[in-house]
């Protein structure tokens, strides 16, 4: 099945720093998803963007939906050990399906 | 409490024995949907279904079963289980199709022996 590329895989950065995650696709997507997950739980959802070239904040969190509509980054700034998890990008079809398909995902661990 | 819950968490079994995950949401959401985890593969959507009566595959349909007879439940049906379907099940819901606000719900973990 359809993957997104996500970079990187995961990631060692200490308390304070800021951390930059990317997704990419060989298809245009409609829209941008950005998750984290939480160890033994569901995804919950961070940020979502509609707009190629839109740029979302939601806190520490900065996300970007590419013009070319294939790829986003997001952003965490000043990290702190909460951060910690897996973060997910997600993006729903655009082919007339509502399919989602999401990112394999970036594990972050904070160092305090 | 808005929420998703799915039934079983965790569940034990053997090859080629049916097996139904429940599925169920309190949000009237349109959209429900279920997706797989596996170590390095992210999430992927089995199946999703726009509103009562209405199902479509995702992108690894192969060997599961749903439907949505009520709104608010969408059971994941596996007739006949084998150990490539061992993993982590979420189901999700949304207001709508068009809507970026999934809910997860907290998981079922299969292992299929």
């Known amino acids: 099945g359809q993957q997104l590329n996500q970079s990187p895989q995961s990631m060692f950065i200490q308390e304070g720093e800021d951390v930059s995650m990317n997704c990419t696709s060989s298809?245009?997507?409609?829209?941008w998803l950005w998750y984290k997950q939480d160890p033994g739980e569901g995804p919950v959802l961070l940020i979502a963007?509609?707009?190629?070239?839109e740029l979302t904040s939601n806190g520490r969190l900065t996300a970007q939906f590419g013009i070319t509509r294939k790829d986003s980054f997001l952003n965490i700034s000043a990290s702190i050990p909460s951060d910690v998890g897996i973060y997910f990008c997600?993006?729903?079809?655009?082919?007339?399906?509502?399919?989602?398909?999401f990112g394999t995902g970036t594990r972050l661990k904070v160092l305090a | 409490e808005a929420q998703v819950t799915q039934n079983p968490r965790y569940l034990i079994t053997v090859t080629g024995k049916k097996l139904t995950v429940t599925c169920s949401q309190n949000?009237?959401?349109?959209?429900m949907s279920w997706y797989r985890q596996d170590p390095g593969l992210g999430l992927r959507q089995i199946y999703y279904s726009m509103n009562v009566e209405v199902t479509d595959k995702g992108d690894v349909p192969e060997g599961y079963k749903v439907s949505r007879k009520e709104k608010r439940n969408f059971p994941l049906i596996l007739e006949s289980p084998s150990p490539n379907q061992t993993s982590l099940y979420f189901c999700?819901?949304?207001?709508?199709?068009?809507?970026?606000?999934?809910?997860f719900g907290p998981g079922t973990r299969l292992t299929v022996t």
């Open positions: 298809s245009i997507f409609n829209t």
């Open positions: 963007l509609y707009k190629a070239g």
């Open positions: 949000m009237n959401h349109e959209y």
């Open positions: 999700a819901s949304s207001l709508t199709g068009f809507s970026y606000e999934q809910y």
């Open positions: 997600a993006g729903q079809t655009t082919s007339g399906t509502y399919k989602y398909i």
